[in-house]
C-alpha cells in the first residue's frame, strides 16, 4: 500500500499515545513498530523496549522519547538509513553535534516546538521585527501548566531568537528584572514565564512602541497539535535526501 509506515519511539508517554491515536485514524500513515522503556501493548503494534533488529519495512521514525534515548536512535537510523523526525526537547550540545553529524548520511528533522501555528508565528516575528524593530520595545510572555519543569519554554526562546536574528542591534535577553533597579535597555528582550493549572501552551510576542502596541499570540489548546505537526513532518520527510530540515521548510 502507500501507506508511510512509521516506527515510534516514546510510543507509550504521554505525547506517543497521542500520536498512535491520531495514526489509527490516518489513511496515510500506519505504526508498525514502537520502542519504549515501558513495554505496554496499546496498540496493533509490537513494542520494543530497546531498537529492533529489523526495521519492519518502515520508511520514516518519529521519536517523542528523551534525550537519553538519542544514541541508540541515531544509530538504528543510520543502520537503516530511514529519515528520523526528533520531537524530544532538552538535547544537550554534544548531542545536537551528534545530530547534526548523522545528518549528512540521512535525513533529519527537529524542532522544539512541533506545531504549525507557532511556527509561522516566527515567521511573523522575523517580519515584524523588520518593521518595527527599530523603534518598539520587544517582550516575550509565555504561559504552561505546573508540571513544566524547564522555564522559559524552548518555544519562548526560539521566538526570542528568531527575533535577535531579525535585529540590527545585538539584543540581550533579561529573565528577571527584580535584582536591578533601572528603566528597560533598549536592546533588552524581557522573557518571562506564568506555571499554573493545565495550560497546554500559550505564547506572546509584545511590541510595544509610542502609544501603540502590536501582539502576536499563540494558543495551544491541545497537546494534539504536536502530533498533527509531526505526522505531517514524517509525510513531508520520506525520500528527502540527508540534511537537517524543520517547520520552515514545511511551511515553504
Known amino acids: 500500500s502507500n501507506q508511510i509506515k512509521i516506527i515510534l519511539f516514546g510510543c507509550n508517554g504521554y505525547m506517543g499515545k497521542v500520536v498512535t491515536t491520531i495514526v489509527d485514524s490516518d ?28 526495521a519492519y519495512g518502515a520508511d ?28 524530544s526537547t532538552g538535547y544537550s550540545q554534544e548531542q545536537i553535534v551528534k545530530i547534526e553529524k548523522a545528518s549528512k548520511t540521512i535525513p533529519i528533522f527537529r524542532s522544539a516546538n512541533m506545531s504549525i501555528g507557532i511556527n509561522l508565528l516566527i515567521d511573523l516575528v522575523k517580519r515584524a521585527c523588520a518593521v ?12 504552561h501548566h505546573k508540571r513544566k519543569v524547564d522555564a522559559p519554554s524552548g518555544t519562548a526562546l526560539m521566538l526570542a531568537d528568531a527575533a535577535k536574528d531579525s535585529l540590527s542591534y545585538e539584543a540581550e535577553y533579561i529573565f528577571e ?60 520527510m520520506v525520500g528527502k535526501s540527508p540534511g537537517l530540515y524543520n517547520m520552515s521548510d514545511i511551511i515553504s
Do not use: M
Not at 537510523?77 to 530511514?82: A, I, P, T, V
Open 27 to 54: 489513511l496515510d500513515a500506519i505504526i508498525v513498530a514502537g520502542v519504549d522503556i515501558n513495554t505496554e501493548k496499546n496498540s496493533d503494534y509490537p513494542v520494543f523496549d530497546k531498537p529492533p533488529t529489523e
Open 60 to 87: 520514516v521514525i518519529i521519536d517523542f522519547s528523551i534525550p537519553q534515548a538519542l544514541e541508540g536512535l541515531l544509530a538504528f537510523g543510520l543502520e537503516n538509513k530511514l529519515p528520523l523526525v526528533l520531537c
Open 132 to 143: 518595527l524593530g527599530e523603534e518598539f520595545d520587544i517582550e516575550i510572555i509565555e504561559r
Open 177 to 236: 528584572r527584580e535584582s536591578v533597579r533601572k528603566p528597560r535597555n533598549k536592546n533588552d528582550i524581557g522573557i518571562s514565564t506564568v506555571r499554573g493549572g493545565t495550560i497546554v501552551g500559550v505564547h506572546d510576542v509584545i511590541f510595544a512602541g509610542q502609544h501603540e502596541v502590536v501582539e502576536l499570540k499563540h494558543t495551544a489548546e491541545s497537546r494534539d497539535v504536536f502530533a498533527i505537526g509531526a505526522i505531517r513532518a514524517a509525510k513531508f
